[in-house]
């Protein structure tokens, strides 16, 4: 049987593939697994059936027969692990890929969440404008800091990794901003993730479900 | 010889174990692994040489012969996965477990950390006070989740894992907001986290260093 994860019937992106069920996505595309989905409602995501899988009400989940897992970087990590092609065999090399997961998910994503939090949450509200320079200022810190330690590397490890999947699943939120376009080797290196094979095909699924879900009736 | 772990010389914290070296201390001492430390002033850690370990510039670091990891989930993870004591052997709880990293990491940090920074930056700007109920909603929503989902167990996930030392980690920050007293479960939970022999002696290591550097010449 095909492992089952869940994702927005109605994605709030409207098909651009940010959502993190994209991650769970391309990571089963990656490595090969066939998966099945479970879309889900705003509604049925805070029903006691959906909160007993994921206890903080969101998207993705991962269903594997009786293993239940939630949050999108251990969903990918526990893929990483007993497939091929996500994580390098040697053990160094290995441990320095996990190091790039947790910097994407826990260095990276939180400024580039709050300018987007902001920007769809505070946009109204009277400090908006005043704060932005200041939000910005700390995603460009990172930005900084990341474009010089890839330098002209293809990937963050040597080869690619669930490393570089987190990096530009959460890099990718940036584009509509402009910011990574100010860090042209930062912008190939998310070209460059989404032009895989495996990207594509998890592109197109989820945006078929955004198509099939906005189709006049 | 003892990997090297890399902490501040005088932390902002003033010795209350809230920087990122606790975390590791922690999971060091949880497995019964002795370790060495290297103080880095403010302006060491934007050198080249500390850069070369950590691309961002921060602590904590781990040094293990060749190997060389930042990011302190990444370092709990690898400490975790070689020793015994931080995950689970079973390989559905160990999954789980390490689903709980992430959670503390990617979902229940970033609220508390903005929180904590706008406290930092932001407490002279004009719109600090008609921001702080909607920072402080976000983390609640979130402590509210958590404790339904913790309900009386002692652990998130059966026995102790670094899901826990993280989440624990994670939640300390919040002590002096007085914000985790209205989840007495998860005030019991942290509580339980730092009466752990492991712990107390992490955290005596730490205060060690902030008490030497702030003693009078």
Redesign the interface.
């Known amino acids: 049987m095909s492992p089952i994860i869940t994702a927005f019937e109605h994605s709030p992106d409207r098909g651009r593939g940010l959502a993190r069920d994209m991650r769970v996505r391309w990571a089963l595309e990656e490595v090969g697994q066939p998966y099945d989905v479970r879309l889900l409602s705003f509604q049925a995501m805070k029903e006691p059936a959906h909160l007993a899988r994921h ?4 998207i993705p989940t991962y269903e594997e027969g ?2 239940v ?7 990918v ?2 893929l990483a692990e007993r497939s091929e092609g996500l994580l390098p065999c040697d053990a ?1 090399a290995r ?2 890929a ?2 790039w ?3 994407a ?3 990276i ?2 400024p580039i ?2 300018l987007s939090l902001a920007r769809i ?2 946009r109204h ?3 908006y404008e ?2 932005l320079p ?1 939000l910005e200022e700390r995603v460009r810190k ?1 930005l900084g ?2 474009g ?2 890839l330098g002209d590397a293809e990937w963050l490890n040597g080869t690619f990794s669930a490393g570089d999947l987190l990096m530009v699943s959460v890099l990718l939120r940036l584009k509509p901003s402009g910011l990574l376009d100010q860090y042209p080797q930062l912008g190939a290196y998310v070209a460059r993730g989404e032009a895989r094979p495996a990207y594509q095909r998890a592109f197109a699924a989820q945006w078929a479900v955004f198509e099939a879900g906005s189709t006049p009736e």
């Open positions: 206890p903080f009400g969101q009786e293993l897992l939630f949050e999108s970087g251990a969903i990590l526990h160094h441990a320095r996990i190091t997961m947790f910097a998910l826990n260095t994503e939180p969440m709050e949450l505070e509200e009277t400090w005043q704060r200041l990172r800091e990341l010089r330690s």
